[in-house]
């Protein structure tokens, strides 16, 4: 695709501590636009059948669609893949927040997670500096602790006691935005993984700038005239 993806997401073995960048398939970015559509695809890819989804082999998957880092209305969103330990199927959970536009300004459209870190970390990404910190000052706190303990240009998603203690339908929090369903947040906790947090500066490419700015015009326009799409004047 000409443009909305860069093309490239991280792969972080948190039992290893290693975090290598890698490069989405072309054809996939295709075939499964969105960021739920690639999330369920890397799960696919990287998970085995019958895997219990607390093992630490279970991969942890944050994913942006194409739109995320535009200007385009309602576009500032990620999306949580991985096996639900509360249903024991797929599980998406789709979260707003500023941790999405920031993910993608660090020039990601994807994060997988594998592995599970021997004491408690969160990924810092800065652009290409990306490194998994100690968190043990952080376990134990609740997200809007968390967050507030976090440096403040960063987008975050962080998980509270709930999710350190697996949960089954523990939540992942960016800001005052929950990624609420399907317990994702206890398989965070399940890989003493504390938070993600994310900045950057890079820009997401639009193949046709000018019948860009006219769609995402109307589109406007159209959410600004329709009564519920606007909250009314105080």
Known sequence: MQGGNLGRYMDVDLSAGTIVVKHTDPQDE???VGGRGMGVRMLYDNT????????ERMVLIFSVGPLTGTNAPQSNRFIV????????CIGD??????FATKLKKAGYDAVLLRG????PVYLE???DDVILKDASHLWGKTTSETQAALPDQFGKAVIGPAGENRVR???????HRVAGRCGTGAVMGSKNLKAIIANGKKKTPIAR????????????????????????SA
Do not use: M
Request: aromatic residues 8%.
């Open 30 to 32: 295709e075939l499964y």
């Open 81 to 88: 893949t991985t096996k639900s330990p509360l249903t024991g």
């Open 48 to 55: 085995p059948g019958g895997l219990d989804p607390f093992d």
């Open 116 to 119: 599970r870190s021997e004491r």
């Open 93 to 98: 959970s789709h979260c707003g927040g500023n």
């Open 209 to 232: 700038p000018e019948a860009y700015k006219e769609l995402q015009r109307n589109l406007s326009a159209t959410l600004k005239s329709r009564g519920k799409t606007v909250f009314p």
């Open 125 to 127: 990404i800065d652009s």
């Open 169 to 175: 339908y523990a939540c992942i929090v960016s800001q």
